[in-house]
């Protein structure tokens, strides 16, 4: 029994210096925006949001690569900043908001991608539907403290995908040529964190 404990203590011991170098972050939505565009009528780009969402950032400062992330988004907080549009992309049409009420996700994988630059590979939850997606991340920012107290840090992710790979297929000819929506959809990602 005396064996098990010192191994126990030992175990313990040498993990420590590991979960020193590693602090949980929360993200902030209030100084945090989940955008993206689209191409409308092939001629221009419709902007959105997510206005309501949460996660966490485990960054390990010592080894970066071993960090964590976990977002989840509500899908019925979308906004275009046209009511009509926004009840149509949280119809059965598109994101299916009563079925799909959040898209979350999460990381599989951190690797370094220049100076500040890393490329964060996760699994995207999106209507039902799982796929890997790469988000080129800028950050995270240095720490710096508001005047609550509050430690924090930011960064900057942005990523590509396919709506129809998650099955949104909604569509409409044009006449002209080409589709009323575009199926490639950008993300972009400002985010800041609190240090719990």
């Given at each position: 029994?005396k064996?098990?404990?010192?191994a126990t203590l030992?175990i313990?011991?040498?993990?420590?210096?590991?979960?020193?170098?590693?602090?949980?972050?929360?993200?902030?939505?209030?100084?945090?925006?989940?955008g993206?565009?689209?191409?409308?009528?092939?001629?221009?780009?419709?902007?959105?949001?997510?206005?309501k969402?949460?996660g966490?950032?485990?960054?390990?400062?010592?080894?970066?690569?071993?960090?964590?992330?976990?977002v989840?988004?509500?899908t019925?907080?979308?906004?275009?900043?046209?009511q009509?549009?926004?009840?149509?992309?949280?119809?059965?049409?598109?994101f299916?908001?009563?079925?799909?009420?959040?898209?979350?996700?999460?990381?599989?994988?951190?690797?370094?991608?220049?100076?500040?630059?890393?490329?964060?590979?996760?699994?995207?939850?999106l209507?039902?539907?799982?796929?890997?997606?790469?988000?080129?991340?800028?950050?995270?920012?240095?720490e710096s403290?508001?005047p609550w107290?509050?430690?924090?840090?930011g960064?900057?992710?942005?990523?590509?995908?396919?709506?129809?790979?998650?099955?949104?297929?909604w569509?409409?000819?044009?006449?002209?040529g080409?589709?009323?929506?575009?199926?490639?959809?950008?993300?972009?990602l400002e985010?800041?964190?609190?240090?719990?």
């Amino acid at each position: 029994m005396k064996r098990f404990i010192v191994a126990t203590l030992t175990i313990f011991a040498l993990a420590l210096p590991a979960l020193a170098t590693a602090a949980t972050w929360t993200i902030d939505p209030d100084h945090s925006n989940i955008g993206f565009k689209v191409k409308h009528l092939m001629v221009s780009n419709v902007k959105g949001n997510f206005e309501k969402h949460n996660g966490t950032v485990d960054i390990n400062d010592k080894d970066i690569t071993k960090s964590k992330v976990e977002v989840t988004i509500d899908t019925n907080s979308i906004n275009t900043g046209v009511q009509k549009r926004d009840e149509h992309l949280r119809s059965a049409d598109f994101f299916d908001v009563a079925k799909f009420p959040t898209m979350t996700f999460v990381s599989k994988k951190v690797a370094k991608a220049g100076k500040d630059k890393l490329k964060v590979t996760g699994d995207l939850t999106l209507h039902g539907v799982t796929k890997e997606v790469v988000l080129k991340v800028e950050g995270p920012s240095k720490e710096s403290k508001d005047p609550w107290g509050n430690i924090r840090k930011g960064a900057t992710a942005t990523a590509t995908i396919n709506r129809k790979d998650f099955g949104l297929n909604w569509n409409k000819a044009l006449e002209t040529g080409g589709v009323l929506v575009g199926e490639e959809i950008a993300i972009n990602l400002e985010i800041e964190m609190i240090k719990k």
